[in-house]
Structure formats: C-alpha cells, structure tokens
C-alpha cells in the first residue's frame, strides 16, 4: 500500500529568489512524494512545505524554474522561482514531474481500489449494480448460391 511506501528522497542545492524583492537564498531543496520542501542551506530546518497536490504547474528557463503553488487559503497560484546551473534546474523538473505522475498513480490506483471494494461490498450484501440483458433479435438470412 502506498502508507507504508518508503520513496526515495532527492535533494537539490538551489539559489531561492524572492520575486517580490529580487533577494536570494541558498537552499536546499527536498522532493519525494511527500512533497516539496524548502530547506536551509544545511538542510537542517524547514522553511517551507509544499503538498504535491498543491503544486499547479512549473516554467522551466535555461537556469532557473518557477514553480506555482495553490492551497486552499490562496485565491491565487504562487511563485516559488528556484535557480542554479541548468543540469541541476532539468534534474529538480525531471524529479517534480516523477513526483507527480506517481503521486496520480497512486490516487488513481486507491480509487479504483475503493470502487472495486465498494461494488463487492454492494454485491455480498445481496445487491450490487446489476446489469439488464440486452435483447438481442435473431434474424435468418438464406443464402442462395447459384
């Protein structure tokens, strides 16, 4: 079961860019599908936490990504802009976008899980979705071979 998956960690030493101010901050960042996190320098506090399904979307630039975050308390995306050299920067796209096609996976895999589950639930308790046969309507054709 994906509770009691142990995923990988990757982490990444980034420059963080305050868009509003155009100040910058070496961080490290951590993505596993825990999530994003934004460290200190030495990885020793958090300073940030991002749920991977409030991630909306990302840009990807030669040396730099902005990543745009929504939670429920937002009325509108965020900027998260990250910059380094353009290997890490198509290493922490690359990790993001693992992250979240497997975090999908995942959703979608429990939710099937729960449909299935659900419909042998209905059906045990004598009911269950049950399906009317179609009426099918037989015609003979005759064939003549001359």
Known sequence: MASSFKGVVEKFKVTLVNDETGSTERVTI???LDGLK????DASRTLRSYNLRNV???DLMDTSTVIWTKTDVDLEERPLTLSS???TIR???DT???CCLQLAEIIQDKEADQQTANNLQELAAGG???RKAAKVSTH???LHVS
Do not use: C, E, H, M
């Not at 934004?38 to 320098?41: E, F, G």
């Open 91 to 93: 290493n922490v796209v």
């Open 56 to 58: 909306a979307r990302w």
């Open 38 to 41: 934004v460290l200190n320098q």
């Open 30 to 32: 951590q993505l596993s």
């Open 140 to 142: 003979w054709f005759i």
């Open 96 to 98: 993001l976008a693992t």
């Open 128 to 130: 269950g979705k049950t």
């Open 85 to 87: 050299d353009p290997t």
